[in-house]
Nanobody, 121 residues
């Protein structure tokens, strides 16, 4: 049974920092591409950052230079370091892991339950 458990969200003032974690179980962590998404009230879920199995990263323009995605395969944990937070970063943040299995021609796609990040001005 696959579980992704996010933690580290909370309330922070503008300019502050938070570090989100996503602990995974039930998967071979290193085989998955991973990402952080967020959804603000009344808005669609959007990609924040992602990291491939080989460690390549990319970011939404709105967070470049402020957020850093990383992972620890030994700990089965995905991270998102968020610095210089802004009120517009307020959202529920979700972690996502995905891989394509060529043998079964299936996509394995899992989501965490989300963690609230609120940035006050």
């Amino acid at each position: 049974q696959v579980q992704l458990v996010e933690s580290g969200g909370g309330l922070v003032q503008a300019g502050g920092s938070l570090r989100l974690s996503c602990a995974a179980s039930g998967i071979i962590f290193s085989m998955y591409n991973m990402g952080w998404y967020r959804q603000a009230p009344g808005k669609q879920r959007e990609l924040v950052a992602r990291i491939t199995t080989s460690g390549n990263t990319n970011y939404a323009d709105s967070v470049k230079g402020r957020f850093t995605i990383s992972k620890d395969n030994a700990k089965n944990t995905l991270y998102l370091q968020m610095n210089n937070l802004k009120p517009e970063d307020t959202a529920v943040y979700y972690c996502n892991v995905v891989r394509w299995d060529g043998r079964s021609r299936s996509t394995f796609d899992y989501w965490g339950q989300g963690t609230q990040v609120t940035v006050s001005s």
